[in-house]
């Protein structure tokens, strides 16, 4: 594996019941248990490898209302809240720093872009304000060229993806979650039309609810069951650099580069607007989904047949309970760095920030995103399928969202009153979805 998570040493017995199965240890699933645990429901979470190896550890590390489509805003508020509280809610070091996000803006359509934004900035009351001259190259003192202006949240924050969703899973350990690795759920099985439990690689696990928090998996879950649940793969390619304090200390994204200051000094670096979407058989069963985004987004993607068409289309699509599953097959995605995302965002981070040149990449990684059609997440219940629940389809953005998106999920899950209104991220809002 190209990264090394925090260790979470996880339950080793498994439970024989539990009133909640999550399907999945990434940010969201892990964010589901600590919340449910919290509020002394029980649960227990499967994680086919190990906690947020796959997404959760490899992300950039943003945690920004800045630029949310104005549907995911309210989450991204609830969530900073909750992360600037995460170090004390789990008693450990998440690396949550407000540190500032800033974007540089040059181009006449980027800047009418964030203009018609800021509106959604206003309504929201978000920190968000543009800056110019000399409010710029205090905050990036160093830069190669003049911008004309910057788009800067300095409230928005990073966090640490290899401590993060480890250190909310001990949490939500210490609070009674059984946390369960290399466990993965290979199907859910029904009394009745109603959830009666999950089958796992080591065993029936017996429950009233499953949440399933797959990531890029879900869609494929989903799928033996029956269900259509419309992802597709987006790969994004990531570098770090040993630390250098000479440096800023915050989160920045040109037009085609972004780097932030990391707990150790050092700094993720990667490409920006111009990510990797490998062809797979979805593409072609999925165009018309996706068609609408693909149109507007363009210019931030570009298709490619890559290694993982032929992986994906050799995978098993529909199994049985007792057969061995794609899951246990892949215990973490891992896909290869893209060598020409590598050189080009290290190049475009030096020519924009010549202080970079004295540095070097010491590691690269890349993740699979599953993103959905609209790209905003779906936490929400699944029609004519009672107490089973899918938080998923995060489109890049799941990181930051996590602790809100959790919350909101154990808020479904309790039938609470709802951290933020769900209903942007219902299922239903997608074509032949209102069935299940
Ligand atoms: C390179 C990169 C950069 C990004 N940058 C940012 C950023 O800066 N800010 C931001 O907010 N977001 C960012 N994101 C997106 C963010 O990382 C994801 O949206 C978020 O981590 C999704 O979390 P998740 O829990 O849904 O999925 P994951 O973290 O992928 O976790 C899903 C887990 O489910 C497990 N699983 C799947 N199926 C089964 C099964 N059947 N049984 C048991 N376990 C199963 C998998 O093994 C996996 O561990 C980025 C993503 C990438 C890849």
Redesign the pocket.
Known sequence: MRITMDPVAGNEDLPSRSDVIV???????VSTALFLAERGVSVTL????II?????????????TMGRDAAEIPLTVESLRLWRRMNEITGLETGFRERGTLYLLDGEKALASYESWMEHARDHALSARFIEGAEITNLLPGLAKPWKRGLYTPTDGTAE?FKATPAMARAAQKKGAVILQH????GIETEGGAISGVVTERGAIRCGAVVL??????RL?AGNMGLNFPTLPVI???MRTAPDESLPDLAVGGPDFAFRRRLDGGYSV?IRNDNLAPLTLDSFRLFFDFLPTALKSMHEYRLGLTPYFFEDWKRARRWENDEI?P?ELVR?LDPKPVKRDLKNAWANTVKAYPGFGKLKPVQSW?????ATPDAVPVISEVPNRPNFYI??G?????????PGAGHLMADIVTGAAPIVDPTPFRLTRFRGQSTG
């Open positions: 399907i999945g240890g990434g940010i969201i699933g499967c994680e086919k490898g947020g190896a796959e997404q959760s550890g490899r992300n950039w590390g943003w945690c920004r993806p466990c993965a759920v290979r928090a797959g990531g890029a998996w879900s879950f994004n390619t990531v990667a599953t899951f973490t890349a993740g699979l995103i599953d938080a998923s995060f489109s890049g953005h799941g990181f930051g969202t996590g």
